[in-house]
């Protein structure tokens, strides 16, 4: 699943925007504080939220635009519009009071995601595209969260849980780590070379991210998620806050894909990431290498990252879109 055009109109201080040129890896948007990098995130967010409602609940609802992020220069609403490839496009509307001049259209969008659910039935190994959202409120707690009442397996379906509230929830990387150790743990007291797959892509996922890190995996007295630095045993939250907002980040990415995608190679799967403020916490050196890592890591999804960060740019061998007052323009800056 990979978007292949955007249409914003009259959304916070976006006026009238049109992407027609997307890259199916990774597509980039710079610009100051308030430009509205942040608010092209939040609106495709939106429309994906009816997808992934649908994909739980054939009735479910995803999230109306809010009417206060109506412009207020609008003559009468508000449309966000993706065109998805094989999927036909998916539009979301709002009107103002009085002033309803045209309408929502989410057929294609159901009629995608009910050949999906049916293909779901017949075939339990279906690999499913993940759709997530990261905000800038990537915090990891130092408390780490009790697993739910009940819960002792994943389905699919799962991936999409808490996918679009656009903060990244570590008590659902956590509790789906330790639980599927617990599994590896006595599958491995049967046959000892078992290894959980999801488990494995997160390892994988950790080798190719970040090599000097590795050895991940949740102790239980005390509670922790620990992992080894060099020659070093470290709990998470001891961690720099940039190395906690990396690592659980491309984590919750594999964990992700890992439940969609049941068989075959995880990393794989295919996929959209919406990431916002990419460079949150980094250091200059691991920015620079940021965007070309995920895109190997994750061959096959697609990603749509805000950045204030120059670095970050010139490392993105796709799509770039400067935002200057809700004015979007394409730039080059690979290698600048």
Not at 21 to 41: C, E, P, T, W
Request: overall charge neutral; proline content about 5%; glycine content about 8%.
């Amino acid at each position: 699943m990979k978007v292949k055009s955007v249409d914003i109109e009259h959304f916070r201080g976006l006026d009238d925007i049109h992407i027609h040129r997307l890259d199916k890896h990774v597509n980039l948007f710079v610009g100051i504080n308030g430009a509205g990098k942040s608010s092209v995130l939040d609106a495709m967010s939106l429309v994906f939220s009816w997808f992934t409602a649908r994909m739980s609940s054939p009735k479910g609802r995803g999230r109306d635009i809010p009417k206060d992020d109506i412009a207020k220069q609008s003559p009468d609403g508000c449309t966000v519009a993706l065109d998805i490839d094989g999927a036909g496009v998916w539009k979301l509307y709002r009107s103002l009071k009085y002033r309803k001049t045209d309408k929502s259209d989410l057929s294609n969008m159901t009629a995608f995601v009910t050949g999906l659910r049916g293909k779901l039935d017949d075939h339990a190994d279906l690999s499913l595209p993940i759709v997530v959202h990261y905000g800038v409120n990537r915090v990891i707690p130092n408390i780490y969260p009790r697993l739910p009442r009940g819960k002792s397996g994943y389905v699919q379906l799962d991936a999409y849980t808490n996918a679009l509230n656009g903060t990244q929830l570590f008590s659902d990387l956590f509790n789906w780590f330790r639980l599927s150790e617990d599994y590896e743990n006595e599958r491995y007291k049967e046959s000892p070379d078992y290894r959980d797959p999801g488990l494995e892509a997160v390892r994988a996922c950790m080798s190719k991210m970040m090599p000097d890190y590795h050895d991940l995996k949740v102790t239980r007295r005390p509670l922790a998620l620990t992992m080894r630095k060099g020659n070093e045993v470290f709990k998470i939250n001891q961690l720099s806050d940039g190395e906690k907002c990396y690592i659980s980040l491309v984590c919750d990415i594999a964990r992700r894909l890992a439940i969609a995608n049941p068989s075959g190679n995880p990393l794989q799967g295919e996929g959209i990431v919406l990431l916002d403020e990419i460079e949150l916490h980094l250091h200059p050196k691991w920015q620079q290498t940021v965007v070309s890592k995920l895109v190997r890591t994750f061959p096959n999804c697609q990603f749509f990252i805000t950045t204030h960060s120059p670095i970050v740019a010139s490392d993105v061998d796709g799509c770039v879109f400067g935002i200057d007052n809700g004015v979007v323009t394409e730039r080059q800056t690979f290698g600048r």
